[in-house]
């Protein structure tokens, strides 16, 4: 009895102990041993504990810091030798002689952004997740610049890194799908000028390496420059991004150093030239301005000696002006979902007219081909050469290109694709598909060449399983017979009833709005269900109602269309109809 009398006695001591440890220690919060530091490093006897605070003016409320109840001496240049967080604030410009940025009137969460109300360093720093603005130190403070300065065509002194973001941004091509205020205007991807705003720089350094960390579908490139190994570029161009917000600091009232705006002015080409198109491909400054290009961050190229220059997030240009010819050339980058609806490419409508000209005397000047005969120049060799960037080298689809193309490239390793629509094949790599990436190459390759591609092609899928053979039914004529209901005569299709079959069967797949983009279809097997609205493709003269009815009746071997045999050909009829009328009006 007495034991456990003395047990107990012994638990409450220490339960006791931590309790007093517990509250002792938000009677003695951590700044009071940092500021106790500070003043006997600066012999200071007679000094006291308080809070520090600064109540910036933003002009749309009041920031309040009170980082400087830690960082005593940052204004105190005798401090320059303490320990942190003791020490003196080094020059926000490297090497200026003369500190431009008063603190006394900024204070610190202006730059360094964090928990201004924060007393303990994990809740002033933001080191929790999900805080809008964690800490952000050292070089990458120069995203917070362009709270104050505009992000013009200037460049902002002491701020390296972000000078060269925005470089970067223009460089890479950033420009093209993406606007920020004063420098882009690009349609095809999110509006950064508030990304500093809206998201983390460890949220915006992920998505430039991975763009589908954070958005699964997303359709920006997975550039090859971001792998490098110093992540120099990646880390100034989120640095850069981090610095783009819509609310500023921005006029005298509000910015504590001023604000001076300015437009970013690109370069201009009065008389066309190759020269100046290879610049304006590689995002090479003309004149010491920045170009409205940078295709080879995501095309490639063939210099005339076979090296490959150039990114592998779409098309190879080698043998592009010599495939699709000048006009095509300059409508495409005009606007190149007038020819590819699905496209994911930027429209460069803002190129001027001798740009677009030196871009196409570039391409023209691209002299590359493969030397060889029959026997150098196998149907495996040219294969891989023109098609595996696409198509990939197993046949399925899947090449380094293809995740950037809609529709994707058609996939030839399933045998029931290659063994029913081989006699396609021919076509198809001599005159292109038209509202797909498919080029023509009758002016590239020789009809032996084409020929030994397509052996290739079937032998690859020799074996896999016994051949098959579709049948090939006839498009059903109006006054005969209804297959599925012999009672019935067919009559024309009827738009209506098309849309009404459309919308209860088919649009899990192809979407409401018939382009594609239904619930399911980034869930399916690879190719994607068809845009429906595709013109160019459904206007081809041999994409006739028979084949459109024999797809829909039949399915597409190798994919993920199943056969609508259950259909009766009156529904069939109505389907076809639907389908065409799309074409006409371009929605439902």
Known sequence: MIKDYRLLFILTVVTLAIVMYSVAGNFVPEYAAFQKQYYQLNGVKDFQIEIQQLNVDTGSGVLIDRCTTCHLGSKNKGAANFPQPLKTHPPVA???????????????????????????????????????????????????????????????????AYNLGRKLFVERACWACHTID??????????????????????????????????????????????????????????????????????????????????????????????????IFFGEPINNLPTKGGCINCHSFREDDGTLRGGLSAPDLTYDMRARGKQYIVEHLKNPKNDTPDTNMPSFALLSGPEIESLTLFLGSLKYSMKGGAQELTGKKLFMSYCASCHGENLNGRGPVSIMLDPLPRDFSRYQF??????????????????????????????????????????????????????????????ATDRRNPERLLVKGDVERGNVTFQKFCTSCHGKLANGKGPNAYYLVHPLPRNLLNKNFFTQAYLTDNRIY???????????????????????????????????????
């Open 418 to 479: 290659v063994a029913t629509y081989r006699e396609r094949f021919k076509q198809s790599i001599q005159n292109g598909v038209i509202g797909t990436a498919m080029p023509p190459w009758k002016a590239v390759l020789s009809d032996a060449e084409v020929e030994r591609i397509i052996d290739f092609i079937d032998q690859e899928t020799v074996g896999q399983k016994v051949r098959i053979r579709r049948p090939a039914p006839p498009l059903p004529v109006i006054g």
């Open 550 to 588: 024999d797809s829909i009746l039949l399915g597409v071997p190798g994919t993920s269309m199943p056969s609508h045999d259950h259909f009766t050909d009156q529904t069939l009829l109505d389907l076809v109809a639907f389908i065409r009328n799309l074409q006409h009006t371009g929605k439902q």
């Open 94 to 160: 490297a090497g200026a002689t003369t500190e431009a940025h008063d603190f006394n009137k900024m204070g610190c969460v202006v730059c360094h952004d964090g928990n201004g109300r924060g007393l303990e360093k994990k809740d002033a720093h933001g080191e929790f997740h999900d805080w809008p603005a964690p800490l952000i130190a050292g070089k990458n403070a120069q995203s917070s610049c362009g709270k104050c300065h505009a992000a013009g065509g200037n460049d902002i002194p002491g701020a390296p």
């Open 182 to 279: 004063g420098i882009s205007a690009g349609k095809s991807a999110p509006d950064l000028t508030d990304a500093g705003g809206k998201f983390s720089l460890a949220y915006l350094k992920e998505s430039i390496v991975e763009p589908t960390a954070n958005t699964p579908i997303s359709k920006m490139p997975k550039f090859a420059w971001v792998h490098d190994k110093d992540q120099k570029d990646v880390e100034a161009l989120a640095i850069f991004l981090k610095g783009q917000r819509k609310n500023r600091l921005r006029d005298a009232k509000k910015a504590p150093v001023g604000y001076s705006s300015s437009q970013l002015i690109y370069a201009t080409v009065d008389t066309p030239t190759a020269q100046l198109g290879r610049k």
